[in-house]
């Protein structure tokens, strides 16, 4: 039972500095704004909810689980408020030049 | 070299380049964004000296407040008359290097000659911890070892808000603070500001209420309310209350008033300015964190919401 729980936590932590590194680079090499933004959705959203999957069995109880779920859902609301707003600054600007 | 230790190198090295990048940042905004990361990567290494309650100020007040603070400074001052560009004479940009490297250098060699071990008073803080009722160091340190200082910080606080308000033209004086109230608010911050706010009271005063054992305390469970007031006003849904409001300054003022109170009461029942009676130490100090966390959650969005800019409503 340990060691499946062990392999779903490295499997899953592996899976989520992919999504990282996939957005690092989205972040680094797409050309315009809008695409850099929609690069960083990826480590936001997948990459650390599948590392929260993966911390989950050493969390240490309901309450850390908990916890755990929680700090992704913060992390999901904060991310996609702040990317609408970027979105809406590049928009306006756009626009008016 | 295990992998941990490797890692804090990195760590290290990553807040050091960022703080150089900061420095070297030619533009105000980017610098204060750069300031931002810079305060979230010191708290992680706050976290991994074991000093948690630092990292929490560090990433509430260091990295966010200040954060806030600082980019609203530089979004104001973009349209401005650019009157710092002028470079220095170079006699004087010589000066000034050679006085940024002495304290550099003096801090340097205070931390590299420090005795090892290093003379500490963590022994006799945890040792007298009983006395106080309290689990966390930290806490007691604050609030009883050294409360006279933490008592006048709060004082400071205060007076940093009464300095912020004297910002005010004479025809603005009373008025609310900060500009009017956008008539649509922008939709995803006003959504933010309405879901946010119930999880971050919960989490505020839960940090708040377990300072007296764990990690947390009056200072960044205070933080936490404001920043939850603070996004309210930003997205539009609320307007600060008028700098003439009796209430809003009863609050502002409560928490070194309730701690002044408490000290002087000790002088005639404890035998001493700020000492608390033995046995109800802890009710005590909690009542005081209480009415500290809420003038913290009130000082610091008057800080970032700024001087009255609007005439007074009749």
Not at chain 1, 54 to 65: D, E, N, Q, T, W
Not at chain 2, 45 to 73: H, K, N, P, Q, Y
Not at chain 2, 104 to 123: C, E, K, S
Not at chain 2, 184 to 205: D, K, S, T, W
Request: net charge neutral.
């Amino acid at each position: 039972m340990s060691a499946a729980l062990d392999l779903l936590t490295i499997v899953a932590i592996l899976a989520g500095l992919f999504f990282f590194l996939a957005g690092t680079v989205g972040l680094l090499r797409f050309p315009d704004p809008l695409s850099r933004l929609h690069a960083l959705t990826k480590a936001d959203n997948l990459g650390l909810g599948l590392i929260v999957v993966g911390l989950l069995p050493r969390a240490g109880g309901l309450l850390g689980v908990l916890k755990l779920v929680a700090v992704w859902f913060l992390v999901l609301l904060a991310s996609a408020t702040v990317a609408q707003l970027i979105a809406g600054a590049i928009r306006r600007k756009g626009s008016s030049t | 070299m295990t992998v941990v230790n490797a890692l804090d190198i990195g760590l290290a090295a990553l807040v050091l380049a960022l703080a150089a990048w900061t420095v070297a940042a030619r533009e105000a905004f980017a610098a204060a964004v750069g300031y931002v990361a810079y305060g979230l990567l010191l708290s992680l290494v706050w976290v991994r000296l074991f000093a948690v309650d630092v990292a929490l100020t560090e990433a509430a007040i260091g990295s966010g407040v200040t954060g806030v603070l600082l980019i609203r400074a530089a979004a104001r001052l973009r349209g401005a008359t650019p009157a710092l560009d002028e470079p220095l004479a170079p006699p004087l940009r010589f000066l000034a290097g050679v006085l940024c490297a002495m304290v550099a250098g003096a801090l340097a060699a205070t931390v590299l000659l420090m005795p090892d071990p290093a003379p500490t008073l963590a022994p006799q803080a945890v040792g007298n911890l009983p006395s106080t009722g309290l689990g966390n160091a930290v806490t007691a340190v604050l609030i009883s070892y050294r409360a006279f200082d933490t008592m006048l910080e709060k004082v400071v606080l205060v007076l940093a808000v009464v300095g912020v308000w004297s910002l005010a033209p004479d025809a603005c004086w009373g008025g609310s603070p900060g500009a009017p109230r956008p008539a649509r608010p922008e939709a995803a911050l006003a959504f933010l500001a309405q879901v946010l706010p119930p999880l971050g009271i919960v989490v505020g005063i839960h940090i708040f209420w377990v300072g007296a054992d764990e990690p947390g305390g009056a200072f960044q469970g205070g933080a936490i309310l404001a920043a939850m007031w603070m996004i309210t006003m930003m997205a539009g849904l609320t307007e600060a209350p008028p700098v003439s409001s009796t209430r809003l300054r009863l609050v502002l003022v409560s928490g070194p008033a309730v701690f002044l109170a408490i000290g002087l009461a000790g002088v005639v029942i404890a035998g001493g300015f700020l000492a608390y009676p033995s046995g109800s130490a802890k009710p005590l100090i909690l009542f005081i964190e209480a009415f500290m966390t809420l003038t913290i959650a009130a000082t610091l969005p008057m800080l970032v919401a700024g001087p009255p800019e609007q005439p007074p409503q009749p």
